[in-house]
C-alpha cells in the first residue's frame, strides 16, 4: 500500500511543486523592479484566480468519477467523465473570455485594490485571461489522467507547460523588457502549448492501448452509472465549496489592503501566501494521491483497503508537513531573500521575517483539512465538502470581525490559520458521524 501510494504521490508532489514555482519565479522576477511590482503581480494573480481557481471542480469532479469507474473496470463510465468534463470545461473557458470585463471590475472591488495598482493588475489579467478555455480542459485531462491511475502523464504536462512558461516569461521581462505583461503572455503560451500536449497524450495512448477508454462507441453523454443530474450536482457542490475557499483568500488580500500599511507589508503578505502555496501544493500530492486510490477502492467496495489507505495518507502527509515546517524555519532570511533580493526590497524582506511564525504554524495545522479533501473528492462526498466548506468559512468571517480586526496583519493571519482548522475539523466531525455519502452512489 505504501508503494502504491508513493507512486502516485511522489510524480504529484513534483508536479503539484511545479506549479507554485511559476508564481514565486514571476514575483521574484518583479522584484527587480520594486514592492510595488511584488505587490502588483501577486494581487493580478490572485484576481485572476479568484475567476480562475473556482473551476478546480472540473479537475476533482472528473478524477473522483474516473477513479471509480476505474475501480468498477467500467470503461464506458470513464469515457463518460472525461467528455463531459472537457464539454463544460470548454463552454466555461469561452464564457469566462468573453465576460473579461464585468470579471476584473468585480475582483477589483472584491479585493479592495489600491487606485496605484489598478492598471497593472489590469494589464496581468486581461492578458492572461486569454488562456481560460485551455487552462480549464486541461485541468480535466489532468483529473482523467489521476483517475486511472497514471500520475507520469500528469507529471510530464506539468513539467513542459511550466518550464515553456518559466523559458517564455523570463525571456519576455529579463530580454525583452515586458514587464507584468511578459508574465501574463509567457503563461497564456504555455497553457495553450499545454493543451496541444495533452490531446496528444490522449492519442498516444489510444495508440499504444487499443482497450484505452476512448472510441466512439464508448462517449456518451447520458449513458452510465452517473446520470447527468449527479454529474451536475458533484461540480456544483464543489463549485460552492471551491468560491468559499478563493473568497477566504480574496477576504484576505481585501483586509490586507484596508489596513492602511504600507507597501512593504502588502509585499510581504503575497510573498507569505507564495510559500503556503509551495505548502499546499506539495502536500496535494499526498492529496491527490488519495483522490485516486480512495476513488478505486470505493468503487471496487474494498472497504478494509479503503480504510487503510486513509490512514496512510495522514501518515505521509503530516511528516511532508513537519519537513516543510523544518525548511521554513531553518531557512528563514536566506529563503527570504530569494523574493526579495534587490536593495530597494528590503524593507519587505524584514516585515515578512516577522510573520515567518505564522508560515511554520501553518504548515502542521493546515495540513490535514488538504489530505481530508482528497478523500472526500475520492469518495465523491460533494455535499459534504460543500456543507463543512461552508461552516468554516462562516467561522473564519465570525473570527475576524470579532477578534482578528483589532489585532492588524496578526490578526487577519490568525483568522485564516483558524480557517484552516476549522475546515479539518468540520469535515473530521462529518466523517464521525456518518454523514459523509457519495453523490455518485459509491463508497
Known sequence: MNREILRLAIPNILSNVSVPLISSFDTALMGSLGGAHIAAVGLGSMAFNFVYWNFGFLRMGTTGLTAQ?????????????????????????????????????????????????????????????IAAPAALLQMVLLGWFFGRQNAIWPLL??????????ALSYYLVAVRGW???????????????????????????KWREPAF?????????????????????????IFIRTICLTLSFAFFYNRANALDAA??????????????????????GFAFAAESLVGKYAGADRR??????????????????????????IGGSRLLALFAPEASAADTLTVTLRYLPVLIAFCLLATPCYLMDGIFVGLTASTAMRQTMLLAFAGYLIAYYLVGRHFGNWGLWGSLLLFMVLRAGMQGLWWRLGWVKSVAGSG
Open 69 to 129: 469507474a476505474y475501480g468498477k473496470e467500467s470503461t464506458a463510465d470513464q469515457a463518460q467523465a472525461l467528455l463531459r468534463g472537457a464539454l463544460l470545461a470548454l463552454s466555461i473557458g469561452l464564457l469566462l473570455v468573453l465576460l473579461q470585463s464585468p470579471l476584473i471590475r468585480f475582483t477589483e472591488w472584491l479585493l479592495n485594490i489600491r487606485p496605484d495598482q489598478l492598471a497593472l493588475v489590469e494589464d496581468y489579467f486581461f492578458i492572461r485571461i
Open 213 to 237: 477508454p476512448l472510441s466512439r462507441k464508448l462517449l456518451s453523454l447520458r449513458s452510465g452509472a452517473v446520470s447527468l443530474g449527479a454529474f451536475f450536482r458533484i461540480n456544483r457542490d
Open 157 to 166: 504536462l506539468t513539467l513542459a507547460v511550466n518550464s515553456c512558461n518559466l
Open 263 to 284: 507597501t512593504a507589508t502588502v509585499a510581504a503578505n503575497v510573498i507569505l501566501l507564495q510559500l503556503v502555496n509551495w505548502l499546499s501544493y506539495g502536500v496535494d
Open 179 to 205: 514587464g507584468i505583461a511578459g508574465v501574463a503572455w509567457g503563461t497564456v503560451a504555455a497553457q495553450y502549448f499545454g493543451l496541444a500536449l495533452g490531446v496528444g497524450l490522449l492519442a498516444y495512448g
Open 304 to 329: 478494509r483497503e479503503l480504510s487503510r489507505v486513509i490512514r496512510l495518507i495522514f501518515a505521509w502527509g503530516m511528516g511532508l508537513a513537519g519537513i516543510y515546517a523544518l525548511i521554513y524555519g
